[in-house]
């Protein structure tokens, strides 16, 4: 009976947001605001709570045996066409429940603070409370459709709470860009899902359920000779979700959403459904070097242009969501090494550090009177010290100083990336990192070092924020210092436990890859373990070294550009005649170059040649009313019309009608 | 109960005739008419229900038949049946029916007991045309269909109605006609007029042909199909909002189930030549509406071109040829009727309030409306085929039904190219709703215009209701239709979730893309 409650808890650990939602959408402003906060408090806190339950059991159980599925009924179900409504747990869905329940719960209880003076603020609780239902979906679902259901879930609340002030265009514009984006990669998802979808059909045994993951897992054999197809499919959809090249555009705009938003779900969660949906389908993904060598060279290569854009923003959002996309590279660049437990590990880090880093700026922003310009902030330091010092923690763990959590995460990375052989994304990689550590030490001296800056009217008002927003700073302060522990690597002296935990998850993989493809298992992580241990030991004292080293001249350089010698960073704007820096700062320029290729033209074409051409001037026009036959009868009805008897000829009709069928039916 | 309960689908046909004949001559007071209209169509309703919940499942034949000879010594009989496809329409098309009766309540002042009078007699023509099992007998409920419509186009529409209710009328009367001498041909060759005669018959390749070809293209207009549409945009945007309603929520579907019921099963030789055509339309109209709709300053016209569209999906999984794609169809006749069904609705509440649909003259509208731009915003969801809403299923069983459609050549590229409709369909609904209800309230003429009333959320309510009923349990519909769909597709050579059949007949090969490519290598 005991067993039976924690797996029904599954359902439970979805629908209870949904219910806060609900409450709060429908009774919406009947609701006093601090009812409604509460109330959305405590759903994603009682999710929380039940993650935690579901995840003691799952410790409790022997590690091969660790999952626990809940199946709610039939949800497609045609033929051989049989996708269940079903939730499932296993260690990588564990991990991400409890990232996603606690980190959303602080990041609600924040918003109580945050959203005080907003009378909007139930319709901003019951979309935050949906954002979580539609996560916890995707992390949850038993099989690739639930996955997406939860992942257009989450982009419909991106896109609701983006333009939650909706007042502003810009706003409105923002979050339907990035849902339309968003839609491109799903394009590509939905693809790959039929690929699979349509191959594995004929091969289902009865009772298996299409898109499963353990039945997909099952028949990877079946799968092998399209996974390259498949996979890149697949990887459309990540790159629009996880904002990676070519369809990161949308995520700086999100921006222009509320902070708490910005910090849930387009830093710590929804944007790392991309790196959870490629680990979650890593049987697939490992079955296809091609795929696998794209991701982590479409990884990299994010991960440093990112980080360069970053370097030249004033926005202090601006920057932290071009980190952000960088560091979602780095993500996909483990994914892409094979490295999927270190991936993840790299979600759990980021979620902590860069969800702490847009509180922060929340709390910045709050106290300058919403204003985001860093070039107007300056010496916060002092008065806000919580925000200050938990930013610091932040910055340091994002920078990837030893020993806070974003060192060991990032420096696997790159360790893993150098051990399979991918010496040159690790050089990239490397690179970012130095460039990471620069612009955010960049970002802590203009905002919290120096003068203020701002006008006097502002500057009277500033003050740090109240305790609902600064204690989950605190919280996510220590997580972000010692959130990493967890995953120590052995050559440290650590257990690495985070990674056993995930063993069950990614261990399959290197058996089926080394059933089908040899050469695969080399690109695996695990793979590398054997062999010359000594001598990897001790390249990875050096590596890591290196780049704590490299980490600390990036802030150290910050530091000298912007806080003592200001000249250079003049100097630097003025570089090449000024433009190097007005690339960066217009972000190469990648949004004006797909509307002017792409958008523009297609709404040209739709408006003059398909509408007013082809529809108006060729169908309609020659086809239609060229046609003599049908101008004469258009004429002659008129006329009939023009005479105002309608019903007369209604009854004419009818009287026919009845007069034709009775005459039949009798002389018959 | 038994005299109703044995002539069930008499009943539910004719009662809003008899509705109609009664409001044209006794009950014309305009307070009477609406009761007495409104009491009609729920009475309706609840007659259909009894044929919700008495169906059998389980069986795929014709339920409820009620067969009279009629003339000619019994080969022409008034003939009605209801199988899991009729079914599923038929309680669209009276479950639509008060609402629309109630959406009229303010929006149609004049000859009100006229104009009720003829969407009652739509709905009994909608109705007899998806019971009729007779072919002369369906052919007169499908004329029948188009006098209502012509009239309440022409009389209650918009500025330019005649033009668009001439429109309508010649485009379908064209269609028709080629349908009727096909009709007559079979009859000739069966010496019936019974459906089933008909499907006996052996019918040679050429002949066949030809014989799909003149019933299509009556389905196809009524569908429409590109490049058979423009007389959609014209009807849409001059008809009353009630007239958009029934047009979108019931009547386009005419021309997909005919193609269903008859082109398709019929001639079987037609569809194998046609079908890779037939898809390249639908996916053009997939394509082409979405542009087309993404431009246009006109909400209705935005709407009634997004219909372009869908309906391209339609066509797309019945021609796909594949169980799944079919059904899939089917699910979205439903899926569109319901939010497209519920967009021109919500258009007619803004058109009542400011007497205008042009997008330009709006913004901001959310700020004095939220509930009204709630409700829209679920409507666009469903429409753009957001998971947990009808649409998606229906959209996505069709793409996956064309993807993985071995039968028809190029199939599995047409899926590809369809689904960019998933793309278009998201830009330029969410761009028309950013324009309208987002942003500033910039034009004075839109302030302190009143929310929805209780009435318009009486109407709005039990649509969005099912929308998200069939997007978490489609089953609702699909369990009824499966053993249906396979007896009407069964003269078809259609890939069945297990595709043995296929298997036998081509290289077996475990991926699809060669399968493909080998044959039309040959």
Not at chain 1, 101 to 122: Q, R
Not at chain 1, 188 to 215: C, D, K, R
Not at chain 2, 270 to 296: K, R, S
Not at chain 2, 478 to 502: C, F, M, W, Y
Request: glycine residues 10%; charged residues 10%.
């Amino acid at each position: 009976m005991e067993s039976h409650t924690t797996e029904m808890m599954l359902r439970w650990i979805v629908v209870v947001p949904l219910l806060g939602a609900a409450l709060n959408g429908l009774l919406n402003r009947r609701l006093p605001r601090q009812v409604a906060g509460l109330l959305a408090c405590t759903a994603v806190g009682i999710s929380f709570a039940m993650s935690v339950l579901v995840f003691l059991r799952l410790a409790g159980m022997p590690a091969e045996a660790r999952f626990l599925s809940d199946t709610v009924t039939t949800w497609i179900g045609f033929g051989n066409l049989q996708v269940d409504l079903g939730f499932a747990i296993d260690p990588l869905s564990a991990v991400m429940a409890l990232i996603v329940t606690g980190v959303g719960f602080l990041i609600h209880i924040y918003s109580l603070g945050y959203m005080a003076h907003d009378k909007g603020s139930p319709r901003f609780f019951a979309y935050l409370n949906l954002f979580i239902f539609a996560m916890m979906t995707l992390v949850l679902g038993e099989n690739l459709l639930m996955l997406f259901v939860g992942w257009e879930g989450v982009g419909l609340c991106s896109y609701l709470l983006i333009s939650f002030w909706f007042t502003d265009e810009a706003n409105a514009a923002a979050g339907k860009k990035a849902f339309v984006v968003n839609r491109i990669g799903d394009f590509g998802f939905l693809l790959g899902m039929f690929l699979i979808g349509s191959t594995l059909l004929p091969h289902l045994g009865a009772g298996e359920g299409l898109f499963n993951f353990q039945v997909l897992q099952h028949h990877t054999g079946t799968l092998a000779p399209l996974a390259t197809a498949i996979c890149l499919l697949l990887f459309v959809g990540a790159t629009g979700k996880s904002a990676q090249i070519p369809l990161y555009i949308w995520l700086p705009d999100a921006m222009a959403g509320p902070t708490p938003v910005s910090a849930l779900i387009h830093a710590a969660t929804m944007v790392t459904a991309g790196v959870y949906m490629i680990a979650r389908l890593n049987f697939l993904f490992v079955l296809s070097p091609a795929a696998m060598t794209v991701i982590a060279v479409v990884g990299a290569v994010t991960a440093i242009f990112a980080s360069t854009i970053a370097l030249a923003q004033n926005d202090i959002k601006k920057v932290l969501a071009y980190s952000t996309v960088s560091q979602l590279g780095y993500m996909m660049l483990a994914c892409g090494v094979g490295a999927f437990a270190v991936g993840i590990f790299h979600v759990m880090t980021h979620a902590f550090f860069k969800a702490l880093l847009f509180l922060g700026s929340g709390s910045v922003i709050h106290a300058m009177s919403d204003e985001q310009d860093m070039r107007v902030m300056g010496g916060l330091r002092r008065k806000l010290p919580v925000t200050f010092w938990t930013f610091i923690a932040g910055t340091l763990a994002l920078a990837g100083i030893a020993p806070l959590a974003g060192f060991f995460s990032k420096d696997e990375i790159l360790w893993k990336t150098w051990s399979s052989g991918h010496t040159l994304l690790w050089a990239v990689g490397f690179l970012a990192a130095g460039l990471t550590a620069f612009y955010m030490m960049r970002l802590v001296v203009l905002t919290f070092f120096g003068e203020n800056r701002a006008s006097a009217e502002v500057k009277s008002h500033i003050h740090e924020s109240p305790a609902t927003m600064t204690i989950p700073l605190v919280v996510l302060a220590i997580l972000s210092i010692a959130g990493g522990w967890v995953g120590i690597p052995h050559f440290l002296g650590g257990g690495a436990q985070f990674e056993q935990w995930l063993e069950p998850v990614f261990a399959q993989h290197a058996v089926a890859a080394e059933a089908g493809h040899g050469a695969v298992a080399q690109v695996a992580g695990h793979a590398v373990e054997h062999g010359a241990e000594h001598s990897d030991t001790t390249m990875e004292w050096i590596l890591a070294g290196a780049s704590l080293t490299w980490g600390l001249l990036g802030l150290l350089a910050g530091y000298l550009v912007y806080a003592r010698k200001v000249g250079i960073a003049t100097t630097f704007q003025k570089l090449g005649g000024g433009w190097p820096h007005r690339l960066l700062l217009h972000k190469y320029y990648v949004d004006e170059i797909y509307e002017g290729a792409i958008i523009r033209p297609g709404f040209r074409l739709s408006r003059t040649v398909l509408w007013r051409v082809v529809d108006m001037g060729i169908i309609d026009g020659i086809l239609v009313k060229g046609s003599a036959l049908v101008v004469a009868v258009v004429g002659s009805v008129l006329r009939l019309f023009q005479n105002g008897l309608v019903r007369f000829y209604a009854w004419s009709f009818t009287l026919g009608v009845t007069v034709f069928v009775l005459y039949l039916s009798f002389s018959g | 109960m038994s005299f109703i309960t044995d002539h069930i689908l008499t009943w539910v046909t004719f009662l809003p005739l008899a509705g109609a004949l009664l409001l044209w001559t006794v009950v014309r007071r305009e307070a009477q008419a609406r009761i007495f209209a409104m009491a009609i169509a729920l009475a309706d309703f609840v007659l259909s229900l009894h044929l919700w919940f008495h169906f059998d499942t389980g069986r795929g034949d014709d339920q409820f038949v009620e067969r009279v000879a009629w003339l000619f010594n019994g080969q022409i009989s008034y003939h009605l049946g209801m199988d899991g496809i009729s079914l599923v329409l038929v309680m669209l098309t009276t479950f639509l029916g008060p609402l629309v009766v109630l959406s009229t309540w303010r929006a149609v002042t004049e000859r009100v007991a006229g104009f009720l009078g003829f969407v009652l007699f739509l709905q009994a023509a909608m109705l007899g045309t998806f019971f009729a099992r007779d072919m002369l007998l369906f052919y007169v409920f499908w004329e029948a269909m188009l006098i209502p419509m012509y009239f309440i186009i022409g009389i209650w529409g918009g500025q330019q109605r005649i033009y668009a209710a001439v429109k309508f009328f010649i485009f379908t009367m064209v269609g028709s006609v080629f349908m009727l001498v096909g009709i007559i041909y079979l009859y000739l060759q069966a010496g019936s007029m019974n459906l089933t005669d008909f499907l006996n018959l052996q019918i040679g390749h050429e002949a066949q042909l030809w014989l799909f070809a003149a019933f299509f293209l009556a389905f196809a207009i009524k569908v429409p199909l590109f490049p058979l549409h423009t007389w959609l945009p014209d009807a849409h945007v001059q008809a009353p909002t009630a007239g958009s309603v029934i047009l979108a929520g019931v009547l386009l579907k005419m021309g997909t189930y005919g193609m269903l019921r008859f082109a398709m099963p019929l001639f079987p030789e037609g569809v194998a030549y046609f079908a890779p055509y037939i898809n390249i339309l639908a996916v053009i109209g997939i394509i082409y509406g979405a542009l087309v709709a993404m431009v246009q300053p006109d909400v209705k016209k935005l709407v009634a071109y997004s219909s372009v569209s869908h309906l391209g999906f339609v066509v797309l999984g019945l021609f796909s040829l594949t169980s799944v794609g079919i059904a899939g169809g089917v699910f979205q006749m439903l899926a569109h009727g319901l939010s497209t069904g519920a967009l021109f609705l919500l258009v007619g509440v803004i058109y009542e309030r400011r007497h205008t649909r042009e997008v330009s003259e709006f913004g901001g509208l959310a700020h004095g409306m939220p509930l009204y731009a709630t409700f829209f915003m679920i409507a666009t969801l469903a429409s753009i085929g957001l998971p947990g809403l009808a649409g998606f299923v229906g959209e996505f069983m069709i793409l996956f039904g064309a993807f993985s459609s071995q039968a028809v050549a190029h199939a599995r590229l047409m899926a590809i190219l369809a689904a960019t409709g998933v793309v278009l369909g998201a830009i330029y609904m969410l761009w028309m709703y950013q324009r309208v209800f987002l942003g500033k309230l910039k034009n004075v003429k839109n302030e302190g215009l009143p929310d929805l009333s209780l009435r318009e959320m009486a109407v709005l309510i039990p649509l969005v209701v099912f929308m998200f009923w069939l997007g978490v349990r489609p089953g609702l519909v699909l369990d009824r239709l499966g053993p249906s769909l396979e007896k009407v597709t069964a003269p078809l050579n259609i890939q069945a979730d297990d595709h043995h059949i296929l298997q036998s007949s081509t290289t077996a090969t475990d991926n699809p893309v060669f399968v493909i490519r080998n044959t039309e290598g040959q």
